[in-house]
């Protein structure tokens, strides 16, 4: 950056692409740096935004992809050329499939040089396709703010999802005057684009409320879309005013506390086999939602879907659906309500159907709970990380979860009491994620600690991540639970085991009693090894009051669990 008078000192791309970004309110990045974007990081923190540097672009793109989620703000994501971009794309993916607010930004090979076989060269447009709503290459400097308010406005607007920014490291070495810099600015901030959202109807709303004051069997049923809408006080409002049951995806766990007593978790089954009108509020009827048909749902349930992506409501076709954004339709919803009120009351025979039924299951696992089994199952470390959660009151820890059986588990066992404190696998089951999302959540939410409790496996995705954890000193604690191996010990029958390659470990296993917590003290992190409900608690209570980076590795008896979690159906 050439200095003379302000308005006539040339400023480089890579400063103009920084400025943009601050303009438009990103305050954090996520990435890894190298050829020919590392001056774009340097000028991004001298101007204020926080670079959080990985190690792989996988978790990188996984983290700005839950800094989105968790914040509402699109997650920005930083990739050299070629095969940075390529290990984007699983952060990118993982946006679309979630609908969550990303930006990928990569640089690319010089314009000149495409088709001769350049340094990292690759179509970056073509590869990034499948999995964003929009993408932009910048041809020259003086489309860069045009282009960066573009990605993060699509990213954010109507359904969120994935949008790519890419640079060309030409473009990256034009530079402009100052002057020149800031009337692109100014003239790109004005022409900021916002995706239109259809206002929902008052016919419509009057059809929700008669269909909702006719049901025998309401149940209300929330997700993503209802958490990233911050719609849980109009979640809240709805549900104690109607007195309706509610079951939240798993991650709209937390928007209504779990110990609500209209909660219908623990009767899951029997709340969506028996309802006859589903309120489903910003969370699409897929697979996690038996795709709303029978046997699971009565074939005569009436689905009223709130989604702010009209396109989700033609292709599912409900009985109604109410397009906009969770919190803004809810408003509608409850005022309208207000006027003509009702309420289930305990004696409803649904309401008494469903505690009764949640006492039960609840009582059942309780039970199952309370055993002190060692070598450890799944269900005894998991309650005791539940106790020490439950312990630390408010703020709650986000929890960050992943693994088959681990995740499984952790979602029936761990509690959530707040809105938007549960990370998983998602729309997409990606297993990998979970450093990536510890990392984005601590800095998403610096006033929570963040708890990550999954298997051997999914740490191992991206396990060198916990030297990003040390050297930011996040308060993250890691709980790994070491059954060795993908679902544990070695399953197979024995008259599957030959060929040449027989004595090989089996496909599932990794090194017995591997030591994860070691990995973590190579960095100067803190690292436990337990297999002991008394050495679990101990290290909890150390870990959760240091703050600091740790790993508890947790030894788990290799054949607790079953392949493939509570999916086998699918394997
Ligand atoms: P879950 O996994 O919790 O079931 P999904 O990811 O399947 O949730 O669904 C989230 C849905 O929420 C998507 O269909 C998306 O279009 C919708 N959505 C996203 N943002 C909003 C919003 N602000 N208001 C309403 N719906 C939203």
Request: net charge negative; with cysteine.
């Amino acid at each position: 950056m050439a200095e003379s008078t302000p308005n006539t000192a040339t400023i480089d791309c890579n400063l103009l692409v920084a400025k943009a970004l601050a303009r438009a309110g990103v305050t954090h990045m996520f990435g890894v740096v190298g050829i020919p974007v590392t001056s774009l990081a340097t000028r991004a923190v001298t101007l204020g935004i926080r670079f959080i540097a990985f190690h792989n672009e996988q978790s990188a793109g996984y983290a700005a992809s839950a800094y989105g989620y968790l914040t509402g703000r699109p997650g920005v994501l930083l990739t050299v050329s070629g095969p940075g971009c390529v290990h984007g794309l699983a952060g990118l993916s993982n946006a679309a499939v979630n609908c969550w607010p990303t930006v990928m930004i990569s640089g690319s090979c010089d314009q000149n040089d495409v088709g001769k076989g350049d340094f990292q060269e690759l179509d970056q447009i073509a590869a990034v396709k499948p999995f964003v709503k929009f993408s932009v290459k910048a041809k020259n400097i003086n489309e860069i703010p045009n282009c960066v308010f573009s990605v993060l406005d699509h990213a954010g607007s109507g359904r969120p999802g994935g949008c790519y920014l890419d640079i060309p490291s030409d473009v990256l070495h034009q530079t402009l005057t100052e002057l020149e810099a800031n009337k692109l600015l100014d003239d790109a901030e004005k022409n900021r684009y916002i995706e239109p959202v259809k206002s929902v109807s008052n016919d419509d709303i009057a059809k929700a409320i008669s269909a909702i004051r006719k049901a025998e069997r309401p149940l209300i049923v929330f997700g993503k879309g209802a958490a990233i809408a911050r719609a849980e006080n109009e979640i809240k409002d709805l549900v104690e005013k109607t007195g309706i049951p509610f079951l939240p995806t798993p991650m709209g766990k937390g928007l209504l506390p779990d110990t609500h007593e209209l909660a219908a978790t623990a009767a899951r089954s029997l709340a969506i086999g028996k309802c006859d009108v589903a309120i489903v509020v910003g969370a699409r009827l897929n697979w996690l939602l038996h795709f709303g048909e029978p046997p699971k749902w009565s074939k005569d349930v009436k689905f009223i879907l709130i989604d702010v992506d009209e396109g989700e409501i033609e292709f599912r076709k409900p009985y109604l659906g109410l397009v906009g954004d969770a919190k803004k339709v809810l408003k509608v919803l409850n005022k309208e309500i207000k006027d003509d009120p009702f309420c289930l009351g305990r004696t409803h025979p649904w309401i008494e159907a469903i505690t009764n039924k949640v006492k039960e299951n609840v009582s059942r696992m309780e039970g199952q709970l309370a055993k002190e089994v060692v070598p450890f199952n799944f269900l005894t470390p998991m309650r005791i990380i539940r106790d020490a959660i439950i312990g630390l009151g408010s703020p709650a820890p986000i929890l960050v979860s992943e693994g088959a059986n681990t995740m499984d588990v952790g979602r029936s066992v761990l509690v959530q009491t707040e809105p938007r404190t549960r990370l998983d696998a998602g729309t997409w089951g990606t297993m990998g994620v979970g450093l990536g999302y510890c990392i984005a959540a601590a800095v998403a939410s610096p006033d929570r600690l963040v708890v990550a409790v999954e298997g051997d496996s999914g740490f191992g995705f991206s396990a060198m991540e916990v030297e990003t954890l040390v050297r930011y000193q996040l308060p993250v604690v890691v709980i790994v639970f070491n059954n060795g191996g993908v679902y544990g010990g070695d399953r197979r029958n024995p008259e599957d085991i030959t060929g040449p390659y027989k004595d090989d470990p089996a496909p599932t296993s990794f090194v017995p009693g591997a030591a994860y917590h070691l990995l973590i003290e190579a960095f100067g992190g803190k690292g436990y090894l337990v297999g002991t409900p008394d050495e679990l608690k101990s290290a909890l209570t150390e870990s959760f009051s240091a703050r600091k980076p740790a790993v508890i590795n947790v030894t788990i008896d290799p054949y607790a669990g079953a392949e493939s979690g509570r999916m086998q159906h699918k394997n």
